[in-house]
């Protein structure tokens, strides 16, 4: 009797390792990265660019298997708009492809998802190579209210000071831009932002 019941506790046992796992409830899985762009036509980002105002206003948006394709065009006097950038934006970050109406000779990531101490990347700029990595998330005073954005760091490569900062907000896109090295210092900062339709 004893090795019966050592049997069918064996076989329950047995059971429990073959049965499927339970699956994961969906508010503990993974949450895909946020697109760190509007995405939206008609969406407008006004940044104070010390004391100058700039604003810029998404004017195509087109999506595709690598992403959405968002074309930026800046709102010049008398309602006149120049093309600004044009990028595409997916949650392995925002690659610009290109630049005041030109295409790039080599597209630039901007911002490279998911974020980690590790994640750092490098790219050209006007012949200079610089190393860029994200440095986490800030909350921002902006005259827009509080803003939740990613600190992107640029050095030049073989160096240690940060030649710029960029913070890019979900769904906003470039709420912010800090050039240490100038002087004086120079800051680009978010005046408003209306999303589009």
Not at 6 to 34: D, Q, R, W, Y
């Amino acid at each position: 009797m004893l090795r019966f019941c050592f049997l069918v506790a064996l076989a329950l046992c047995a059971g429990s390792f073959a049965a499927p796992a339970a699956p994961v409830p969906v508010h503990l899985m993974p949450k895909e990265e946020p697109l760190l762009f509007p995405t939206t036509v008609g969406a407008k980002t006004v940044l104070d660019w010390d004391g100058i105002e700039l604003a810029q206003v998404v004017s195509k948006v087109e999506k595709g298997k690598d992403g959405v394709t968002v074309e930026l065009e800046l709102d010049g006097p008398a309602g006149k708009r120049t093309h600004s950038q044009t990028v595409t934006v997916s949650p392995r970050g925002v690659l610009r492809t290109h630049q005041s109406g030109k295409e790039l000779a080599e597209p630039l990531w901007v911002v490279v998802l998911p974020h980690s101490e590790k994640n750092k990347w490098e790219h050209k700029t006007n012949g200079v190579t610089y190393t860029s990595r994200t440095a986490g998330w800030d909350e921002l005073d902006t005259k827009s209210g509080k803003v939740r954005a990613l600190r992107v760091d640029r050095y030049q490569t073989g160096s240690d000071e940060i030649t710029a900062s960029y913070w890019y907000a979900p769904g906003m896109g470039r709420v912010q831009t800090h050039f240490p090295t100038t002087v004086p210092e120079v800051w680009h900062k978010l005046k408003s932002f209306t999303p589009g339709k």
